[in-house]
């Protein structure tokens, strides 16, 4: 049975809840805002994963902003081209086609070709380890192999193997959640390419410094640079770089490549292969 001294305050607290509840009903009537029902209809249409690959933080602000402005130019890179026609017409434009692109590990020092600082005991997350020391690899740039970014992809795209990420290009969206999940910044974003030749290390020290972490990594050397009829590579601070738009994918690159695990890569798009076989 309740005191009669808590009737009082019972009392006093139900009538302060009442009153703020009365408040806050006029205020929710007062300021509400009609959401125009198509963004709804876009909002389904959306892949609603939240990624944030189109500029957006969330696939409900895509909506508010590509319905208000009808831009023509806005995409989301999952949904790719099949999505971009759904959004056409179903606002009566037609939306630019998405460049497709996928997401590429800057590293090939898998065990037995990378160098080991120590084998590694604590919290399997790479932020952790670097933070604690270089890491498991003496190059301080490599993939630091404990899979961090593998949580932050909800595609199911990436996985380890042998001390690396592997990253499955049929099952990439190129959402770019995984990028800022990295702390070595080995992760990059590639045009998806029939044929994509790319310099598949990370590393910015000197050749021999370089060389003496890992086998696979680039030295420098500019062979790839004077072979290439294009002139699309460079070198910058330590490391050669392919510019994708002016690639061509002639191969000649990879054929003068010095080192002993070639730090260049080719890789195919296998749904493009699979598109222009049957054409």
């Not at 319905?67 to 017409?89: F, I, N, Q, R």
């Not at 692109?101 to 670097?130: K, M």
Request: aromatic fraction near 6%; glycine fraction near 8%.
């Amino acid at each position: 049975m309740i005191s009669e001294a808590f009737i009082p305050a019972v009392t006093s607290l139900g009538a302060v809840a009442l009153t703020l509840g009365v408040i806050i009903h006029f205020v929710s009537q007062k300021f509400h805002v009609e959401e125009d029902p198509m963004v709804t209809i876009i909002n389904g249409i959306l892949p609603g994963v939240n990624c944030g690959a189109c500029g957006y933080p969330s696939c409900n602000q895509f909506a508010e902003v590509l319905v208000e402005t009808k831009d023509s130019s806005m995409s989301c890179p999952v949904g790719g081209a099949d999505l971009a026609t759904k959004l056409g017409d179903t606002l009566g434009i037609a939306m630019a086609e998405p460049k497709p692109q996928i997401a590429v590990l800057l590293c090939q020092g898998s065990n037995g070709v990378a160098r080991q600082t120590a084998e590694y005991l604590g919290i399997q997350d790479c932020w952790a380890a670097t933070q604690a020391y270089v890491g498991p690899k003496v190059c301080k740039y490599s993939c630091v192999g404990l899979g961090s970014c593998i949580a932050y992809c909800d595609f199911g795209a990436m996985k380890l193997e042998n001390g690396l990420v592997v990253i499955d290009k049929d099952l990439c969206t190129g959402c770019e959640a995984c990028i800022s999940a990295c702390p070595t910044g080995v992760l990059t974003m590639q045009p998806k390419k029939t044929e994509r030749y790319f310099i598949a290390c990370n590393s910015h020290d000197k050749g021999a410094a370089a060389k003496k972490a890992c086998d696979a990594a680039c030295i420098a050397c500019q062979k790839c640079v004077k072979v290439c009829p294009e002139e699309a590579i460079k070198i910058d601070n330590f490391l050669a770089v392919i510019d994708q738009e002016k690639c061509n994918a002639c191969g000649k690159c990879i054929e003068v490549c010095p080192t002993k695990v070639n730090c260049i890569r080719l890789e195919h798009d296998l749904k493009a292969v699979k598109q222009k076989q049957a054409s």
